[in-house]
Protein backbone atom coordinates (compact mmCIF):
# COMPACT_ATOMS: atom_id res chain seq x y z
CA UNK A 1 0.00 0.00 0.00
CA UNK A 2 1.24 3.47 -0.51
CA UNK A 3 2.04 6.24 1.64
CA UNK A 4 -1.45 7.72 1.55
CA UNK A 5 -3.00 4.54 2.34
CA UNK A 6 -4.71 3.54 -1.56
CA UNK A 7 -4.17 0.31 -3.23
CA UNK A 8 -1.24 -0.10 -5.63
CA UNK A 9 -2.50 -1.84 -8.90
CA UNK A 10 -0.29 -2.85 -11.82
CA UNK A 11 -1.42 -4.97 -14.87
CA UNK A 12 1.67 -6.78 -17.16
CA UNK A 13 1.87 -9.40 -19.77
CA UNK A 14 4.58 -11.59 -20.00
CA UNK A 15 4.87 -15.24 -22.03
CA UNK A 16 5.10 -18.05 -20.03
CA UNK A 17 5.53 -22.21 -20.25
CA UNK A 18 5.38 -24.88 -17.65
CA UNK A 19 6.66 -28.51 -18.17
CA UNK A 20 3.13 -29.48 -19.20
CA UNK A 21 2.64 -26.93 -21.75
CA UNK A 22 4.16 -27.44 -25.42
CA UNK A 23 4.35 -23.72 -26.06
CA UNK A 24 4.94 -20.69 -24.88
CA UNK A 25 1.74 -18.67 -23.39
CA UNK A 26 1.30 -15.49 -23.08
CA UNK A 27 0.01 -14.44 -19.61
CA UNK A 28 -1.50 -11.87 -18.20
CA UNK A 29 -1.34 -10.47 -14.54
CA UNK A 30 -3.25 -7.68 -12.33
CA UNK A 31 -1.44 -7.08 -9.44
CA UNK A 32 -2.93 -5.42 -6.54
CA UNK A 33 -1.86 -4.78 -3.21
CA UNK A 34 -4.01 -3.15 -0.63
CA UNK A 35 -4.80 -3.19 3.04
CA UNK A 36 -5.97 -6.70 3.45
CA UNK A 37 -2.43 -7.79 1.49
CA UNK A 38 -1.45 -8.96 -1.66
CA UNK A 39 -4.21 -9.85 -4.72
CA UNK A 40 -3.02 -11.26 -8.16
CA UNK A 41 -5.18 -11.91 -10.85
CA UNK A 42 -3.72 -14.39 -13.97
CA UNK A 43 -5.24 -14.87 -17.35
CA UNK A 44 -3.95 -17.13 -19.79
CA UNK A 45 -4.75 -15.81 -23.11
CA UNK A 46 -4.67 -16.23 -27.07
CA UNK A 47 -5.76 -13.13 -27.74
CA UNK A 48 -4.01 -9.65 -29.04
CA UNK A 49 -6.15 -7.12 -27.13
CA UNK A 50 -3.78 -4.91 -24.80
CA UNK A 51 -3.10 -6.29 -21.64
CA UNK A 52 -5.47 -3.15 -19.93
CA UNK A 53 -8.42 -3.74 -22.12
CA UNK A 54 -8.20 -7.43 -21.82
CA UNK A 55 -8.50 -7.28 -17.87
CA UNK A 56 -10.82 -4.76 -17.58
CA UNK A 57 -12.65 -4.66 -20.43
CA UNK A 58 -13.30 -8.17 -20.81
CA UNK A 59 -12.05 -10.68 -17.44
CA UNK A 60 -14.06 -7.99 -15.37
CA UNK A 61 -16.89 -8.00 -17.46
CA UNK A 62 -17.14 -11.63 -17.24
CA UNK A 63 -16.67 -11.99 -13.39
CA UNK A 64 -19.56 -9.82 -13.42
CA UNK A 65 -21.77 -11.22 -15.69
CA UNK A 66 -21.46 -14.95 -13.31
CA UNK A 67 -21.99 -13.13 -10.06
CA UNK A 68 -25.26 -12.42 -11.67
CA UNK A 69 -25.69 -15.93 -12.94
CA UNK A 70 -24.72 -16.78 -9.26
CA UNK A 71 -27.44 -14.89 -7.44
CA UNK A 72 -29.99 -15.81 -9.85
CA UNK A 73 -29.10 -19.62 -9.28
CA UNK A 74 -29.47 -18.38 -4.87
CA UNK A 75 -32.20 -16.86 -5.65
CA UNK A 76 -34.11 -19.88 -7.29
CA UNK A 77 -33.16 -22.56 -4.70
CA UNK A 78 -32.43 -20.55 -1.73
CA UNK A 79 -35.26 -18.29 -0.55
CA UNK A 80 -37.37 -18.19 -2.69
CA UNK A 81 -38.60 -21.73 -2.30
CA UNK A 82 -38.79 -21.35 1.59
CA UNK A 83 -42.63 -22.16 2.31
CA UNK A 84 -43.57 -25.14 4.27
CA UNK A 85 -46.44 -25.98 1.20
CA UNK A 86 -44.80 -28.33 -1.70
CA UNK A 87 -47.46 -26.60 -3.72
CA UNK A 88 -46.59 -23.06 -2.80
CA UNK A 89 -42.65 -23.82 -4.03
CA UNK A 90 -44.11 -25.55 -6.88
CA UNK A 91 -45.39 -22.67 -7.97
CA UNK A 92 -42.35 -19.89 -6.99
CA UNK A 93 -40.02 -21.34 -8.68
CA UNK A 94 -41.72 -21.43 -12.26
CA UNK A 95 -42.61 -17.54 -11.92
CA UNK A 96 -39.11 -16.75 -10.43
CA UNK A 97 -37.61 -18.01 -13.81
CA UNK A 98 -39.49 -16.12 -15.87
CA UNK A 99 -39.09 -13.25 -13.85
CA UNK A 100 -35.17 -13.50 -14.09
CA UNK A 101 -35.47 -14.27 -17.96
CA UNK A 102 -34.59 -10.99 -19.31
CA UNK A 103 -31.49 -10.22 -16.71
CA UNK A 104 -30.22 -13.51 -18.31
CA UNK A 105 -30.52 -11.67 -21.19
CA UNK A 106 -28.73 -8.59 -20.33
CA UNK A 107 -26.15 -10.86 -18.85
CA UNK A 108 -25.36 -12.92 -22.51
CA UNK A 109 -25.24 -9.55 -24.54
CA UNK A 110 -22.98 -8.56 -21.74
CA UNK A 111 -20.56 -11.60 -22.87
CA UNK A 112 -20.97 -11.88 -26.35
CA UNK A 113 -22.05 -8.26 -27.26
CA UNK A 114 -24.66 -6.86 -28.88
CA UNK A 115 -26.67 -8.93 -31.35
CA UNK A 116 -25.71 -8.27 -34.84
CA UNK A 117 -28.02 -8.57 -37.57
CA UNK A 118 -27.30 -9.18 -41.44
CA UNK A 119 -28.57 -6.69 -43.91
Not at 25 to 39: D, H, I, K, P, S
Not at 87 to 116: C, E, H, M, T, Y
Request: hydrophobic share 35%; net charge positive.
Amino acid sequence: MSRDGTKQRAVCEFRYATDAWNIERRLVTRLEFGAQGANPRFIVTHLSLPADELYAGLFCQRGEALNRIKETQLDLFGTHASSQKRLANWLRIPILFVSQAPSQGQIDRSIRGPVKYPG
